[in-house]
């Protein structure tokens, strides 16, 4: 066996013969990203979790109840009538999300102003400044179920002749020009004629009313799959955990050099080259073992699909020597391993939560996401989600797997340049 | 075998090793004494090729040495002062490695690992791991992984620290078993009784410098003269040294 191969068998040596490390190793990293995958896998077969909204209804006319019936039957929201006081309370403690009040003279302030008769309607939202996201959801959803209710009590409710009637009057009070204000009068007489027409004949109340309905198609390289949540969580989980084993190896190398051992190796007529490769061939297999033993239980528990398989070993390896290499970099720095451990580890984390391992980088200002672009973890984690769950064709892995693999030659080559060769 | 001439080596403004010269023959062993800090790890370090020298030359034979991958590096076997083993492996495992970095391959390589092992007195421990030896048994597994290539010359950097007297007679027994084979073996050590015993020769440093180069017997005229008829090595070591303390 040549020099390299033994010291890359060493290597391995070592990390199989400590059985409970192994199986911590392979058992965290899947256990981190099934919790997170479970969060963000999408609803599936199962309930979606509904944001929490109470409706304060004080006005108690035709408009209100349509609001309320409206929100209570999107899918999206759990509806619940409170109180002021108790709305008030919930929404301090955090257990909702927000309230709705519905003033009193809501309904027929909003006709009204619909109809083009006096001021809007004022509709009151109590929020939890803690949930940002949910409220601006609840917002635009309550348009719509508003929008809807206002047309169809304006054109079919109960205050609906009245209201027109009283709008009637005021064009006759009014100031606009007589030839417009006939034609809307027209307009107006229309429409209560309308309402009395199928009032009598009994026949279900049209008018105008939402004219779309939406319709969702999930895009991906995969026919007929869901989006599955645990592909994409077990990527960023995956890259955390093998930049982890990146500082491992690292933390190896120091403390070898701490025991003497690098003095051993130094002494043998090997270059320098061979000795970091060495760490960085068993530290990519390592690392490449972990990713595929994630995903393989990805695969058979929670059905995470693999669209292109030669595509997705091609992005796993990469980050493995990735991660490999960014070690050895760790190790060309570092002086003590509980130190060097202790900072690679803060290098990590921002690493992996700028490449959207952790949250959505479209969460993240704009500038922020341009940076993110700087960090392989992002090009990885781009990577593994193109081959797996988005299915997309051999060719998408190619610039993630060359990115990774510059990254890779920089770190390589500034490890063997800063590496601390002198053995004293 | 080992001739080293005009060592230097400087960190900052310190000289760890200023003109250092001496050399070793086959079937010598060379004592190197020096109080902390003399600079006699640093000059074995440049020795082995840990440490790129200022100036100076080390010839191994003859050829002087350069760089990591000089073929001439196999001559060399080093026993750091640190228990440079994997205690995670067993002795066989890390003795495998160890002579792989050296060539050695098959049949080769698993008879030194026998021979090396029967030496020391651990063949019948070979599968087990390191971690499950005592200090001497380590001590002595760490000489065995230096001559496990059958080096010529053997650097043994205070090879008998924190042993017992049994594991240190059977570490001297070694010794003089290779010298015996016509080995050059450089010894560095603070036991001056470790020195009287088994040196041919005994080189003195400090500040960086050779002070004193001669046999034992040589060294105890030199003592007679100058501190007395009956002056012991050490006496003659701390008048060439000085009393302070060093760190």
């Not at chain 2, 004193?212 to 040589?218: E, I, K, M, Q, V």
Request: charged share 20%.
């Amino acid at each position: 066996m040549t020099a390299l191969g033994a010291l890359v068998r060493k290597d391995l040596q070592i990390f199989f013969t400590d059985r409970r490390a192994v199986v911590l190793t392979l058992a965290i990293p899947i256990a981190i990203a099934s919790f997170f995958g479970s969060l963000f896998s999408g609803a599936g077969d199962q309930e979606q979790a509904r944001v929490a909204v109470a409706m304060v209804d004080q006005d108690g006319s035709g408009l209100s109840k349509r609001l309320v019936e409206a929100t209570a039957a999107d899918k999206a929201l759990a509806v619940t009538s409170r109180t002021l006081e108790d709305a008030r309370a919930a929404v301090l403690a955090g257990r909702l999300s927000v309230a709705v009040v519905i003033p009193a003279g809501f309904g027929d302030t909003a006709v009204r102003a619909f109809i083009g008769q006096g001021r809007n309607a004022d509709l009151e939202l109590l929020t939890d400044p803690s949930k940002g996201a949910e409220v601006a959801m609840v917002r635009g959803l309550l348009t719509g179920h508003l929008m809807g209710a206002v047309t169809q009590e304006a054109f079919t409710g109960t205050s609906s002749q009245r209201l027109l009637d009283e709008a009637i009057k005021s064009l006759e009070a009014g100031t606009m020009p007589a030839d417009q204000s006939a034609l809307l009068r027209r307009v107006f007489e229309s429409v209560q004629a309308l309402t009395r027409s199928q009032q009598t004949t009994g026949a279900p109340a049209r008018a105008l009313t939402v004219p779309f309905d939406l319709r969702e198609t999930q895009v991906s390289g995969l026919p007929l799959r869901q989006y599955n949540g645990y592909a994409h969580s077990f990527a960023g989980m995956g890259i955390q955990f093998a930049l982890f084993a990146g500082i491992e190896l690292a933390a190896g190398i120091l403390l070898e050099r701490e025991r003497g051992l690098w003095k051993r190796l130094r002494s043998a007529p090997l270059s320098r080259t061979t000795l970091l490769l060495a760490r960085a061939i068993s530290g990519t297999v390592i690392t490449s073992m972990t990713l595929l033993v994630s995903f393989a239980f990805a695969w058979a528990v929670f059905k995470a699909p693999i669209g292109n398989m030669a595509g997705f070993l091609a992005v796993a390896v990469a980050s493995a020597i990735m991660a490999a290499s960014f070690g050895l970099l760790v190790a060309a720095v570092g002086h003590t391993p509980a130190a060097t451990r202790r900072a690679a580890m803060f290098v990590v984390l921002v690493m992996v939560m700028l490449g959207g391992a952790w949250v959505p980088s479209f969460l993240f200002p704009a500038w922020l996401q341009r940076l993110t672009w700087l960090v392989p973890v992002r090009w990885a984690v781009d990577g593994l989600d193109a081959m797996t769950w988005r299915g997309l064709p051999l060719a998408d892995a190619l610039v993630p797997v060359g990115l990774l693999l510059g990254f890779s030659a920089l770190c390589g080559a500034l490890a063997l340049w800063r590496f601390r060769w002198e053995e004293a | 075998m080992l001739d080293v001439r005009d060592l230097r080596k400087s960190y900052g403004r310190v000289a760890a090793v200023d003109g250092a010269s001496f050399s070793v023959e086959p079937g010598q062993l060379v004592g190197l004494l020096g109080p902390n800090g003399a600079g006699k790890s640093t000059t074995v370090a440049m020795i082995a090729g840990l440490v790129t020298p200022d100036g100076g030359t080390v010839a191994i034979g003859g050829k002087p040495l350069s760089g990591d991958t000089d073929p001439q590096k196999r001559l060399i076997g080093l026993v750091p002062q640190d228990l440079a083993l994997y205690e995670e492996l067993p002795a066989a495992a890390n003795l495998r490695l160890f002579g792989s970095l050296y060539g050695l391959t098959g049949r080769a390589l698993e008879d030194a690992i026998g021979s090396a092992l029967l030496l020391v007195g651990l063949a019948e421990r070979a599968g087990d791991r390191v971690k499950t030896f005592s200090g001497g048994m380590k001590r002595r597994l760490n000489l065995a992984a230096g001559l496990l290539h059958d080096p010529q010359i053997l650097l043994l950097d205070e090879p008998t620290v924190g042993v017992d007297p049994q594991s240190r007679n059977a570490i001297f027994e070694n010794l003089e078993f290779l010298k015996a084979r016509g080995k050059a073996l450089l010894y560095t050590t603070h036991y001056m009784e470790e020195a009287e015993r088994m040196a041919d020769r005994i080189v003195v440093m400090d500040h960086g410098r050779v002070l004193a180069d001669d046999t034992l017997a040589g060294l105890r005229e030199r003592a007679g003269r100058d501190a007395g008829p009956g002056a012991s090595l050490e006496s003659l070591f701390l008048a060439m040294t000085g009393r302070s303390l060093r760190d």
